[in-house]
């Protein structure tokens, strides 16, 4: 008997250790795991769990809190495999911990260089996982793959010199048996890239630079040496298309960001999605959102992939779904790039339509100058990086947006020194604060944050969820029509994904600034998402 | 009337821009340098800049720095062994902060009269004016309005002015006034101190704080006028320049 015993959890810990590509790439069928960064390799955020319904929602319940000793933005989205939750404790800890109690196995810890520069939050959204091992990308820009066991570093790399501003702040990818992740640094004249480490041994497989080199196609589109400072950098995790084999990634706003002045042309790839052979790195097709941006409109928000029948049309076809930091929701086909469908979801006044290509044409005066101009979105844009999400359950979109929100864009000299910023000025808020540190005295026609559910098939919104402060929150959807997201404000909450109906909510106190997430243990679902600095864990009344 | 008001516009947009050092700054750039200067330095600068021994910014006097660049350093490294800390804002905004410091020699022939008297002020404060019905200084006075124990720290004479003869000026977020009706009816008029999507907090005319679900007030509007009345018949210019006096002496209260 007790040899029959050992042997039986030595089985299960063997197990437990095992996560196959094979299994990460049909993530659907496991959905009390979460084993990627987005859920899955579509990114759509939707879950299969259905024993949280709009009928038993009221009765979620606080299991379990993880207070993380750090004050920085909580941006990570956990992982769940077996029976452990592998997530971050900022800047760049790696925590083990039991799903169901919230006690923690290990912790690695992580003492960026001081050299490290990341421009807006010295943090990471969390790690990836195959195999035995657990991959970290580091703000002083290093690739670490942990032992998932004990928290162990295997092999750690410089993915590129943090004193000169590049960082890692996204969670890594795994796509067969390479770890890819980009690098941030945008506000740094860094040159963006994408890099596939081979995930045994850490090795580089390949890289893609986003902004292409001399005599590569695409370097035309930089006037000069702009290229070679021109920023483009990558900051959240990208989704993969096995059928295709493609990665799709957003890349970040050239630089320097507000004054253009120096770049002239479209300066790709910065604000578009490319689309890349996972085996090879190789661009295999493109597209721009923002072509020769000044107005900080980075496009790294999560591609969302999705099969749907566009009107018109009989036969069901492979899209993305974006809704871009530019104020436009985007329904592009994901085999060959091709611009499908293009429409504001928030107040647009820097394009007014799209030639027959889908390239966005410019309003001649919604150009950054000295005196400043008013553009809306403002600089934070109609919505960010938080993560969207689709419910094939519903057939819609759901985006976390700002409305009514703009800024005035002021242009002034930049000067590129090495490892320092390089905007060329910035933008300015129109009016005094209406949301200053924990006070709120906003009256309507300011700006405000909602969840925004649209049509994808025509880019129509269907219902609002309004909120009375903007919002860093990502979004989640269940096959049981609901939808969980949170604000600004520290409250968590559930909708009805079909109608934007109020059905549960919980004030936690802090900013919701991170996707929620969803798993299952022994047959319990749980949700969990962070505010303020902790992760909250929540399942029904027993 | 309407070209007359766009002359209006153009001519005090283009008073707005100050040239100095070769860069020319925006009326947007100043308003957000004013904002963060009281946020981050007018408790050791002063209002009027002049607060440390050697540095006076209204009379342009910046002993460590010559170029607007210079400043930038200096707000981004502060001064070691001073009291003069780092600021961790981002460089645009640095910047304003700049533009502001810049537009303060603009100013600087707003003083008061000669004659001027706190003293005297502080008598209309609390009595002619009625300023203390709505207003509280140094522990007198009701909580309802804005708490004037600091005004002194806060603001320039010309803004005090303004205050006075136009409140509908400029109304500051944070001094907003909202209409509330209850589900009973009852309509309460009040400060807003803080709101939620789900709720709302004020401090109403019979200083009480409250706070309300949103779902169980009929009516939850803003009041866009201020309550307070213009000064500028109900005192006469001296007696403006007295109670400005006053104001300007409120320098706020020791924390017990």
Known sequence: MKKLLIFAFATAAAASAQVGFDRIVQAEKEPQNWLTYSGNFNSQRYSKLTQITPDNVKNLELQWVYQAHSVEKYEATPLVVDGVMYTIQNPDDVVALDPVTGRIFWTFSWTPSPDSRPCCGRLSRGVAILGDKVFLGTIDAHLIALDARNGKPVWNVEVDKAADGYAVTHAPLVIKDKVIVGVAGGEYGIRGHIDAYDAATGKRVWRFYTIPGAGE?????????????????VWVTGSYDPDLNLTYWGIGNPGPDWNGDHRAGDNLYSDSVVALDADTGVLK????????????????????????????????????????????????????????LGKPFVKVTWMNGFDERGRPMKVPQAQSNREGTLIYPGNQGGTNWYNPSFSPATGLFYIPAWEDYSSFFVKQDAEYVKGQTFGGGGPRNVTPPVVAGNFNYRKDGEQYGVIRAIDPKTGE?????????????????TATNLLFSGGREGYFFALDARNGKLLWKAALGGRVSSGPMTYSINGRQYVAVCAGSALFVYALRQ | MRKIILALIMAGSLAAQHELGGTTYTKTDIDIGNRLYIANCIYCHGPDGDQIAGVDFTHAKFPRSRSDDDIVKILRNGIPGTGMPA??????????????????????????????????????????????????????????????????????????????????????????????????????????????TFTVQLIDSKERLLSFQRSELKQFSPIDRSPMPSYKDKLTAAERADLIAYLMSLKGISQP
């Open chain 1, 461 to 477: 919104k269907k219902w609002d969820f309004p909120m009375s402060d903007v919002t860093d929150a990502g979004i989640m959807t």
């Open chain 2, 87 to 196: 600021q961790t804002m981002p460089e645009p905004q640095l910047r304003t902060i700049v533009a502001y410091l810049r537009s303060l020699p603009a100013a600087a022939g707003q003083v008061l009269p000669a004659g001027a008297d706190a003293s005297r002020g502080k008598i209309l404060f609390l009595g002619k004016g009625q300023c203390i019905n709505c207003h509280r200084a140094q522990g007198v006075g009701s909580y309802f309005g804005p708490d004037l124990s600091d005004i002194g720290m806060l603001r320039r004479v010309v803004e005090l002015d303004q205050s006075l003869s136009d409140p509908n000026a400029v109304i500051m977020p944070e001094n907003r006034m909202f209409r509330a009706v209850t589900a009973d009816g009852t309509t309460l008029t009040g400060r807003i101190l803080n709101q939620d």
């Open chain 1, 217 to 233: 196609k695409g370097n035309e589109t930089w006037a000069g040496d702009s290229w070679k400072t021109g920023g483009a950098s």
């Open chain 1, 285 to 340: 097709w493109h597209y721009q959102f923002s072509p020769h941006d000044e107005f900080d409109y980075d496009s790294v928000q999560v591609p969302v992939l999705a099969d749907i029948q566009m009107p018109g049309t009989s036969r069901v076809r492979k899209v993305m779904l974006w809704g871009n930091r530019n104020g436009l929701f985007y329904v592009i086909d994901r085999t060959t790039g091709q611009f499908l």
